[in-house]
Structures are given as C-alpha cells and as structure tokens.
C-alpha cells in the first residue's frame, strides 16, 4: 500500500490536472471533469485508510481478555437480584391479565370456614385429612391451598354476574402444608388459583382456556390431557396434564401434571350467593415452585425459601 | 391401592382383548391417576417348580445337598442344589430360582441375581425359596412347599395340576401387572375401594355393561336378601330385624345408629378344612399382590373379602366372648372417656368419646372399624367365630384413626363410607367361603337407606361438559355401571345403585357420563365475554415497581423466607411473642409463631450470607405479616399486612440514601425526617434511626428505618453494623402523588454554579444549614428562580474538634433570563446572610 505522503503528492498532482478543462472543447469538459472526481475521491479514500494504519502504529493493543488495564482498579457493577419465584408470578398473572383476569391476592391466614366449609367439604370430613393445615391456637389456618380464597372471589365480583358480565378472577398466594421438607416437598409454597364464572360456561372452555394459558407461557401448542380428580369444591373434577414443552427438552412423548381444576360445584356456587341454576364456572389452582422449577432444571425445592445469595444472585 | 389387571380381566372379559398399555391409560384418562405399574412376569422369571429327588444332610451343618427334578430345566439329569432350610425334604415339591434370576425380595433395589457356586466345597445352582425371598410373605423359617394336587389354568386356558419345571409364575397366576393407584382422588367412592367396584368402573370405561360373573357380590341383587342367606347357610337359628326370637343365642343392640347404621354378623362353627395347612396357596399369592399377608385361613378369608368388596370384617372368637358377656348380647355404642381397651397389638388405648365400641354386655371387645381386641382374639384353638360385618360412621373412625394412630386396611376402607346395603350380601359369601356350619345370623338395620334418585335432561349434562352426547349414549353409559335409568325424551331418571352413597345431585351424573366417556374427548372452546379491560391490583402493581427499583436500580436482591418464625428469634429481636398468632401443629420451634415484621428474618438470613463470604449486599422481602394487635376483619380473620422490609450492610447514611433514592423514583420528593422517639420496631438503636414521614393526609407514610441495635446484632451474631427499614404498602400506596402532576419546569437560560463551604459547631444540625440555603434562595422565587443544592463533603478534623466544615455545591437558574452578574451576586449574599444567621461562617 501507498504511504500517506504519497498518496497526498498524487492527489496534489491530480488537484494540478484540473487546470486542463480551460484548455479543453465544450463537450470534452464535462467526461473530463468527472472522470477527475472519480480519481479524486477514489485517492481520497485511500488516503483515509493509509492515516488509520498510520494512527493505529502509535496505539499500544490491550489485553482484551483480561478485567481491568494495569494498575487499573477493576471496575465494579453491583447486582440486585429478583426472586425467581416472584418473577415467574408476574409472568403468569401476566398472560392471565391479558386474557382479561382480574388479579386479587390471597391471604396468609385464614380460617376453617374458608378452607373447608365454603368449598363444600362436610365438618369432620376425612377428605380435610389430605391438605394437613396448620393451626394456631385461636383456630385460624394458614391456608393450605389458595382455593381458599375462591368464596371471597366470588362474593366480590358477583356484582358483575348481575350486570351481565363473567367474573374472571386469577389469585396467587403462599400457601403452607404441614409436611416434611425434602428435595420436592416445602412447608411453604407458591399457588396460583383461577375462578371463571358467568352463563352457559362448560368443560370444554375450561380446558380452552387452560390449554391457551400453557400455549402462551411456553410458546408453543402443547396438547393436553386430563386424568380424573377429586376436590369436594369442584364437580367434575380433573387433573391436567400437558406435554412436556420442546423449551423443557420435550420430544412429545412424556407429560407434565400441572394443575387441578373442574367445574365449581353447585354448593360452592350457593354459599356464595350466586345461584347454580342461572351460572355455572370452573375454577383451576397450580403451583408456581414447580413451574420455576421445570424452567431452571431445579433439583431442590428448598433453594427458593433458602434466603442463599449464591442462589438467588444467579437471576 | 394395588390392583392386579389379572383380577380385573377375570371380572370383566373385555378387559382381556384390550392391549395392557391403553387399559392402563384408560383407566388414567377416565377412573384414577396410575402412578406406576410393576410388571410381575419380569420380577418372577426364571422360577420354576421342582421336586426334589435327593436330599442328603451335609455333615457339621445345617445344610442338606439336594438334587431337584426341573422337568424340561433339567433334561441332562438332576440339579444339584444346597439348602439350609430345616423343611427340606425327597419328595417335596419346592421354588426353584434357577442360575440367572433375580431373587424377587430384591427385584427393583439391588436386583441380587442369583448364580452357580459353591457352599461349603458344594456346588450349588441357583437355591430354593422361602415365602420372604420371593416376595409373598414374611416368613423365614424354611421354603415354600407346593401341593402336588395344586391345579392352575395355563395360557391355553387348560387346567393342570403342577409338576416339575412348571413355570412359578404361571403356576400361581403372577404373570400379571400390578397397578399402583393413587387413592387420594377416589376419596369419595368407597365402593373402588374394592376390586368388584374398581372392576365395574373399568367396564364403564370400556363401553360395556359389568356383569357379575363368578361372584356374586351384587349388594342390590334378590339373591343378596337375608332369606337367601339362611337358606343357603342352613342354620339352626335366625333371628332378624323384625322379629326378635326369644331363644337366641345372640342379640345385637346399637345404641345410636348415627355411629353405626347396620350390624350383621354370624356365629359359625369352623370345620376342619380352615386348619392350616404348610402349602403355600393362590390366596396367598392374592394377598401379597394387594400388599398384604397370608395369615390363617380365617383372616385370609375375611380380607380376601375386604380387597374383593371393601367391605371389612372381622373375625372374634365366639366363645371367648361368650365367657366375658355372660350372656350373648353385643352391644355398639360410642366410648367412655378414657375407657380401656387392649387391642389384637398389644397395645392398650384410653378411648375418647368419638371412638366406637364393640362390647360384649357393654364389656369392650373390639375399637369399631380399626382393630379387634386382645380378649377375643381368633387362634388355634377357635372352634367357633362371631363374623362381624358392619358399617361405621366415618366421621367418628377419622377421629379414631388420627387419635390412635391406626391406618389399617379396614380402616382406609371404612373411612370412606362403605355402603349399609353391602354388609350383609358380603357376610353371605363370607360364610360360603368358610364353611363350616353356621349357628346363627343377626342383621341390625334399623333404617334401612333408600336408593339415591336424581332427574336431569341431558341438556343439562352437555350445558356443563360442553358436549352433544345424545340420551341413548348417557343411558348406556351409565346402566354399564349398575345406574338403572327411565327415561321421557330427553328427561332422565337416573336411580344410583345402593353402593354408590356419593351420587345425590345433577352433577354427581354429570361428572358419570362426562369421566366415562372421557374429558379427553371434549371440544375445546373459548368462552364468551364482554370486551372489558381487567382492571389491575394496585397493590400488586406497586410490588411489582418496588421490584423493578429494588432489584434492578439499587442492587439489592429479593428473598422469600418463611413466614413462620422461632419464638427465639422474636425474643432475640425484642418483639412481643404473646402479640404472634402461634402455630400450634408447627414442624419444628424453628417455625412456631406466624411473624409480625419481615426484618428479623432477613437478619437471620444475613448471617447465613455473610458466613457464606458476602460482606457487602442489601436484602428485601415483599410479604404479608400478622399481629394479634392488628385485630380482626369482617370476616372475623385476623388482619394482615402487606410489608416491605430492607436490610442492608452498612450504617444510618447508606440506609438513609437507599430508602430516600426509594421514595423518590416513586414519586416522593421530600419526605420529612425527624428523632424517632418510641419506635414500633424494637431491634433499631434509637440514637442511629430516624422516622420518615410522608404527607399530612389521614393516614400519613411513617417509616422507621436506621441501624439495628448492637445488642441485637450480638444476639444474631452479626459482626458488622446493619441497617434496616419496614414499610407498610398499604400507607404506602396511599401516599404516592400522581405523577404527571409533580413534573417541574425547567429552564431554558443558563445555570450558574458555585460551590461553598460552610463552617459550624460541631453539634449543629446538617437541616438547619441546608434549609438556610433553600430559605435564600425560595426569596428570590419571583425571579422565577430554580435551583439545586448538592451536598458534597462533611469535614470533622477530629472528634476532639468542636465545629465541621459543610460542602455544598449549588447550582440555580431563572426561569425567565440570563441572569446578570449583580443579580447572581445579590442571590449569593442573601446565601451568606442566611447562613450567618444560623450561626454559621462561610469559609
């Protein structure tokens, strides 16, 4: 390649050879002229690229690799962290808002009422035997499901029923079972709970809705299957399984149990106040630990309520 | 719940023609969750029946040197085998695991397979079984015998009697798959709590009507009548509910029928053929299939019963109970408090008024439902049995099983509300089974329940499902399963079956003829709804934003930690644990009172991070907190509160900034800070906090925040200085402006700058200086001045020293022009005048 210094003593030659269009015929000049340009800004470029290799001779090269210049002070950015449960909650209630839900929180205690009463299990039912609640010494329950709080939903929101809308509501909360921690089980989780109801709502909408939210949060058609359950709430009642999301290392044969759900069941309904004649609804409830869990490979449960930064600090 | 599919193919036919992996399927996509399936021909391969031709004893051991006829596993001649097992003997026929075979006690675990080699200088191949190693039994003392005259029905479905080199599994029906049942879903259906029933659903599913085959178990069919049982029994005296006969030998009295609606029960004089005998026997292998054990012919009777109808039985010793009645009356009635009994285990229990008693003339003799009682227990010497078959309220046998700690296969069963009509169709078999001769029937049923009857159009049952399933397909369906149904057009009258207590409303049809056809096989829909926005939780949306500043802007990160906290922790923190609601059931003191402010326990958690290495993080918590001082809500639950909490390393200033920084991106532009003076969070040291209070509303925000005091951080073995503060979301919310409205102007003339240094008496305050500054500046706001002060250094030469310099740097503008130099100059002599004022000097 030309020096610098040449390249600038050809372009003054060049600047020099415009003096020939005086000498020239009218209709020469103009040919002349631009094939002058052209040899101008092609010389021009050159000489731009002829300075930066001339420049990039005096600049000492740093070591790309490494986390500061010598006798440099590494530089430092301070991370915060977002709990990856509470992440995954707003993604959920997320998708269920855009769907047109309501969101309304459960509460940390509660009690027999509306664990069990107003969703339909009989006093001294064994069937209250499967949840294993806590109690404190008053009585009061820190709910062991968030279905606890599907009487209050429906209370709230009955008003809409009568103005000719649905009430579509989605809740999540923390909910606590008296059982022994290991890898896959907390006292203390994350539950996601779904009330739907209004007129001429069936099973078949239920499961549209349901299948709709898993095609969204794993962004893809999943297909779905159920297996039958029983909650004293709900009648029909199913579990849902999806297959196992191609996100998740799926390859369309295994399947994933993701929730409870069914039809709300007429005494539900009626303690409510609303009346099982005119409305019919489904309800759903999953847990949100397992949902993290799935998308991080998790192996152990007890990460989340762990409080460890090396956990936490990874996302 | 174990369910063998072999056991269901011989109960309904069709089952046999449908592949083993979609029966499977179907029975998880339409009756119960199957959560896994073991496959018995693997686990019993390689085990064969042989006779053994030779056994010599090995000198100076136990052991004896065998040579067993294989059949066609030994064509080149006898096996030699060692066995250390006392019963064997020429002649008998045995197990045989042959070289190669997984001892069945292991399959699954270690998998221990067997192979050729030597015991004692002896070569052995392979060995011959005990009960124990191959899985159907608990007992060690020596190996299994088989009766020569034991007959099985092969593949071809040609029946044999055993001999040598037969297939093990094949001899005793164990090519078979055993299906694990998740049985919380069947809560509610006591009647698939045996295999009949579970057999019944399994036809439903398939399409075709169950019949009852080989055993006559139908609770509602004529021949189930007690006439038919005497008839068929011939005994010597029967008594029934109407007709109290003066001469018999026993009565039954329930004294409340709401613990036990019906009471049948026989007294049966045994025959010889229940001795027990050493071969071992199909039922044995039934038994073990269901998980349970062979253990005399009597109780092997009485549970092959209970696993075939799940209606449990039990099985007294008649005479025994005659000796401590004195007379043959049995009485049901609920227990006295701490009235004693000593159960078939040993132990003895002090009963509460919930359990129910079955006494001999009011003399406790058996816990109803859970476990018979030592005095009468069944043995060798039993010449006759009082056969109970009865049915218990099973509220009162919840309470029984949680209070004493029996979780029984009976009592599983009775928990779930075994039908009234069954006990005696069941005792009737029962007694056919035994043989034997029976003395006397009793049948207590004083009420007798009526058959469950529902109307519902199907409409109504394809409104719900979101189908079209035409009546015909809905009556079949449900006639399959013991339904009888009328019908007027599209108008249903579904009468449920006597066993299915659980079928009361349109729904419970509903959910019949929707599981039996298959949610599967629903069409997807959308519901309809109006076009309304979803309004947003404004609580919810400000957790979301503090998120977003916390974790994303001021590198802090978020926990979630129990909500449960120690008593130990409240007291280290000098929180009041009476003001906790307490958790009374708690898993350990570590979770024992719900807690009242989140602080505590992000300090706890700072002290696992901080000997984890980390010396420089700040931590939140976002969650709800309780106090018994909170009160109660409309609904008589205990208040919450949603909080905020924050800890940080580092003192009052870092702190300070942190919570100001806070406030600020939410809109809260100048938060007064004033002493805290009696503070509600008791860990933080009153001299190194502050309370910041925001608005003059009704409901003002107050946060306290500040260091935590040095004797809590001592407690909770915190070496470094922390600081913290709580927020209460709610007050919160209400006290963040509305954005749009706090946006100022700016200017668009030149600022000026200028930086000053401010000396002062050491005690004097940083707000009296600064606010001296504001002051001088607020004067010339009708020159529509703006301005900015920066804090930028505080010098102290030492603590000997009694003033402080105070840097600042301020920065101000006119909203209106270019500000002239006199101007600037009259501006920063009000600055100093003010400053002066305050007693302070400008360097």
């Known amino acids: 390649m030309s020096s610098v210094e040449e390249i600038k003593s050809n372009l003054k030659a ?220 709900t009648e029909p009642s199913v579990e849902l399984l999806i297959e196992k999301p191609k996100s998740l290392g799926g390859k369309g044969d295994g399947w994933l149990e993701m929730l409870g759900c069914g039809m709300i069941h007429p005494n539900v309904l009626k303690m409510a106040g609303i009346n099982p004649d005119e409305y019919q609804g489904f309800a759903w409830g999953g847990g949100i630990d397992r949902l993290v869990m799935l998308k991080y490979g998790l192996s152990d449960v007890r990460y989340f309520e762990s409080g460890k930064l090396d956990f936490l600090k990874e996302f | 719940m174990k369910i063998s599919l072999n056991e269901i193919k011989k109960l309904v036919p069709a089952a046999a023609s449908v592949e083993t992996d979609e029966l499977i399927k179907l029975i998880g996509s339409r009756l119960v969750e199957v959560e896994g399936k073991l496959n018995l021909a693997e686990k019993y391969k390689g085990i064969y029946i042989v006779k053994v031709v030779e056994c010599e004893p090995i000198p100076d051991t136990h052991l004896h040197l065998c040579k067993i006829d294989a059949g066609a596993h030994s064509l080149d001649g006898p096996i030699q085998v060692v066995c250390g097992a006392p019963n064997v003997r020429k002649d008998m026929l045995a197990v045989w695991l042959a070289p190669g075979a997984v001892v069945p006690e292991t399959y699954g675990e270690e998998n221990f397979k067997l192979d050729v080699r030597k015991l004692r200088g002896y070569e052995s191949n392979g060995m011959l079984a005990g009960l124990d190693e191959i899985d159907l039994g608990d007992d060690h003392s020596g190996i299994i015998e088989i009766s020569p005259h034991h007959k099985y029905t092969d593949a071809e479905g040609k029946e044999h ?347 419970d049809i509903i959910e019949e003829v929707g599981r039996m056809l298959g949610y599967d096989n629903i069409p997807l829909d959308f519901p309809t709804r109006p076009f309304v926005g979803a309004t947003k939780d404004s609580l919810l949306d400000l957790k979301s934003r503090l998120r977003t500043i916390l974790s994303d802007k001021l590198s802090a990160h978020e926990l979630l930690t129990y909500s449960f906290v120690s008593s130990k922790l409240q007291e280290n923190v000098g929180e009041d644990t009476d003001d906790s609601y307490e958790i009374v059931n708690s898993i350990s003191p570590e979770l024992q009172r719900f807690r009242q402010s989140l602080i505590p326990s992000l300090l706890d958690k700072a002290y696992t991070n901080i000997r984890a290495g980390y010396h420089d993080f700040s931590l939140y918590e976002i969650n709800q907190v309780a106090k018994k001082s909170y009160g109660k809500d409309s609904d008589n639950v205990p208040i919450l509160h949603n909080h905020l909490g924050f800890i940080t390393l580092g ?25 805290l003076k009696a503070g509600s969070l008791p860990y933080l040291e009153p001299l190194h906090s502050a309370l910041l209070t925001v608005g003059s509303s009704d409901s003002p925000l107050k946060i306290e925040f500040g260091e935590i005091k040095s004797t809590v951080r001592k407690r909770l073995k915190l070496p470094e200085t922390v600081s913290a503060f709580e927020i209460d979301l709610d007050a919160l919310l209400s006290n963040i402006p509305d954005v749009s409205a706090s946006m100022p102007e700016l200017s668009k003339f030149p600022s000026v700058e200028r930086d000053l240094t401010v000396k002062i008496a050491k005690g004097a305050t940083y707000a009296n200086v600064s606010a001296a500054i504001s002051a001088a500046l607020d004067s010339e706001k009708d020159k529509g001045i703006i301005y900015q002060i920066t804090p930028v250094s505080i010098y102290q030469k030492d603590d000997a020293s009694k003033t402080k310099n105070l840097s600042f740097h301020l920065e101000f503008a006119s909203r209106k022009k270019t500000l002239e130099n006199d101007e600037i100059f009259a501006i920063m002599n009000t600055v100093s005048k003010n400053i002066e004022q305050v007693g302070a000097e400008i360097v």
């Open chain 2, 651 to 675: 003192d009052y200033y870092s702190m300070k900034v942190i919570l100001t920084t806070l406030l600020c991106d939410l809109g809260i532009k100048s938060p007064v800070i004033t002493e």
């Open chain 2, 161 to 507: 009697e055993v001999s040598p080199g037969d297939a093990f599994a094949e001899a005793f029906d164990l090519n078979d798959i055993i299906l694990d049942i998740e049985n919380k879903s069947l809560t509610h259906r006591p009647d698939t709590f045996g295999l009949v029933g579970f057999a019944r659903e399994v036809a439903g599913i398939l399409g075709v009507k169950f019949e009852y085959k080989n055993e006559p178990f139908d609770a509602d069919s004529q021949d189930a009548r007690l006439e038919d049982t005497v008839s068929s029994g011939s005994p010597q005296i029967v008594q029934k509910t109407a007709t109290h006969s003066e001469d018999s030998p026993i009565t039954v009295t329930i004294k409340d029928i709401s613990l036990c609606p019906r009471y049948s029960c026989a007294v049966i004089e045994l025959s010889d053929a229940l001795s027990d005998d050493k071969y071992l026997t199909d039922m044995d292998v039934f038994l073990a299939k269901a998980g349970m054990r062979g253990i005399s012919k009597i109780v092997d009777i009485t549970n092959y019963m209970m696993l075939m109808t799940g209606q449990p039985l039990h099985a007294f010793d008649y005479d025994k109970f005659l000796k401590i009645a004195g007379s043959s009356e049995i009485i049901i009635r609920a227990a006295k408090n701490g009235e004693e009994l000593q159960l078939l285990d040993g132990k003895t229990i002090k009963c509460t008024t919930d359990d129910i008693l079955i006494t001999a003339n009011d003399i406790p003799v058996a816990l109803a439902g859970a476990m018979g009682g030592a005095s009468t227990e069944i043995d060798a010497s039993t010449k006759r049995i009082l056969l109970e078959s009865a049915t218990f309220s099973l509220y009162n046998l919840r309470k029984t099983q949680m209070a004493h700690g029996i979780f029984s296969e009976a009592i599983t069963r009775f928990t779930k509300g075994q039908p009234a009509s069954q006990t005696l169709p069941v005792l009737r078999k029962t007694i056919s089974l035994l043989g034997g001769k029976l003395l006397s029937v009793v049948d207590e049923y004083p009420s007798p329940t009526k058959k469950n009857v529902v109307k519902i159009t199907t409409p109504e049952i394809n409104s719900l499902l979101g189908t079209d399933y035409k009546t015909e397909l809905i009556i079949k369906t449900l006639e399959n399963v013991g339904f009888t149904v009328s019908c007027d057009h599209e108008e249903l009258t579904v009468t449920a079956p006597s066993w299915r207590t659980d079928i009361h409303i349109k729904v």
């Open chain 1, 14 to 233: 060049l600047n020099a050879e415009y003096a020939k269009i005086k000498t020239l015929l009218k209709e020469e000049r103009k040919s002349f002229g631009e094939e002058l340009n052209k040899r101008r800004r092609k010389l021009q470029a050159e000489l731009q690229v002829a300075m930066d290799a001339a420049e990039a001779e005096n600049i000492e090269p740093i070591d790309i690799t490494a986390p500061s210049a010598p006798n440099a002070k590494i530089p430092e950015i301070k991370q915060g962290s977002r709990h990856p449960l509470m992440t995954e909650l707003e993604r959920v209630l997320d998708i269920y808002s855009h769907m047109g839900f309501d969101v309304m929180e459960a509460r940390q205690l509660d009690d027999e009422f509306h664990m069990f009463e107003a969703l339909n299990f009989p006093e001294g039912h064994p069937a209250r035997d499967g949840y294993d609640t806590f109690r404190t010494s008053e009585g009061f329950i820190p709910p062991a499901h968030t279905s606890t709080m599907q009487h209050r939903a429906l209370k709230r929101y009955k008003k809409d029923l009568e103005n000719g809308g649905k009430i579509a509501v989605v809740i999540p909360g923390r909910v606590f079972r008296n059982e022994d921690v290991d890898a896959t089980h907390e006292h203390t989780f994350y539950q996601c709970e779904g009330v739907f109801v209004g007129k001429n709502v069936n099973m078949g909408q239920m499961l549209g809705v349901l299948k709709n939210f898993f095609d969204t949060y794993y962004g893809q058609n999943l297909n779905i299957k159920t297996q039958p359950g029983y909650f004293p709430f």
